[in-house]
C-alpha cells in the first residue's frame, strides 16, 4: 500500500492479551528501550551486574524486524538509553554503590566508562541505531519518564499509545509501562521483542502486566503487530 493514501487515524487491532488492542499509528509511538551496548554486550553495564548478556542479544532480531516494519508504516519511533552525566551529577550514591559489582558506574571498562552518555558502551546498538526524526530520551532511572522531557514530547505530539520493546522486561521496561499507564497511555508489550537477564522475571512480568483486565497493559507476539501494519 502507498504510504499516500494511509490514513493515520485509522484504528489497528492487535489480538492481545487479556484482549484485543487496538492504536492509530497517528497517535502511537513504537518505545524501545535501553537496548544499549551496555546491556547486551559483553564488557557492559549487564556483565558486570554478573549476568548472562547472550540472553538479550537473541531478541535482536526480533526488535529489528518490528523496528523496521514501524518505520515503513510511518509511524513515531522514540528510544531510550539509560546513563548518566561523565560528573556522575545525575547518579544518586545508592545507585552506583549498590551491590558488588565487578565494575561500577563510572568506572573505566572495555567499552569506556560504564554507563555514562557518550561513551561506546552507552550507545545503542549499531544494529537498531535511530535514523533521522527518532527521538533519542536520555533518561538516568529506570523508567523512561522520570527526570526527562518524555511526557512533554508525547503531549506535543498527541501520542496516547505505545508499544513498547527493549530490556530489561522487569527493570527498565517494567518501570517504564507503569509510569506511562499511571499517566494515561495504553501500552502494549510486545512478548518476544522484551528479554530479561532472568527468563523466570520475564514470563511473571508479563503475566502481571496483563493481569486484572491490563492492569498495567497488554502483551502480544511481534507477529501479531507485523500483521496489522499497513506496510
Ligand atoms: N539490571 C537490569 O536488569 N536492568 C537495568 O539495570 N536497566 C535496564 O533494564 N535498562
Redesign the pocket.
Known amino acids: 500500500m502507498s504510504t499516500a493514501t494511509l490514513d493515520t487515524n485509522a484504528l489497528l487491532t492487535v489480538p492481545a492479551q487479556p484482549f484485543d488492542y487496538s492504536f492509530s499509528l497517528a497517535h502511537t509511538a513504537l518505545l524501545i ?2 537496548m544499549q551496548r551496555d ?1 547486551i554486550e559483553p564488557g557492559g553495564f ?1 556483565e558486570t ?1 554478573g549476568n548472562d548478556v547472550s540472553l538479550l542479544a537473541a531478541i535482536v532480531p526480533t526488535v529489528k524486524r518490528v523496528l523496521e516494519a514501524w518505520r515503513a508504516s510511518g509511524g513515531h519511533v522514540i528510544h531510550t538509553r ?1 546513563g548518566h552525566a561523565p560528573d556522575l551529577s545525575d547518579c544518586p550514591p545508592a545507585k552506583r554503590l549498590r551491590g558488588a559489582p565487578k565494575l561500577r558506574i563510572g568506572d573505566e571498562g572495555p567499552m569506556g566508562r560504564i554507563l555514562i552518555h557518550g561513551e561506546p558502551g552507552h550507545a545503542i546498538i549499531p544494529e537498531l541505531a535511530p535514523i533521522a526524526g527518532e527521538l533519542v530520551i536520555d533518561k538516568p532511572g ?1 523508567g523512561a519518564f522520570y527526570d526527562t522531557a518524555l511526557g512533554e514530547v508525547l503531549k506535543t505530539r498527541g501520542i496516547t499509545h505505545l508499544i513498547v520493546m527493549g ?2 522486561t522487569e ?2 521496561v517494567q518501570t517504564t509501562l507503569r509510569e506511562a499507564n499511571d499517566r494515561g497511555y495504553d501500552c502494549l508489550l510486545v512478548e518476544d521483542g522484551t528479554e530479561s ?1 532472568f527468563p523466570e522475571f520475564k514470563e511473571a512480568a508479563l503475566a502481571m502486566i496483563r493481569a486484572q483486565g491490563a492492569i498495567v497493559g497488554w502483551t502480544a507476539p511481534s507477529a501479531s503487530l507485523l500483521a496489522v501494519l499497513p506496510s
Do not use: M, P
Open positions: 528501550i535501553d546491556f549487564g551486574l539509560e529506570k530490556v530489561t527493570v527498565c537477564y
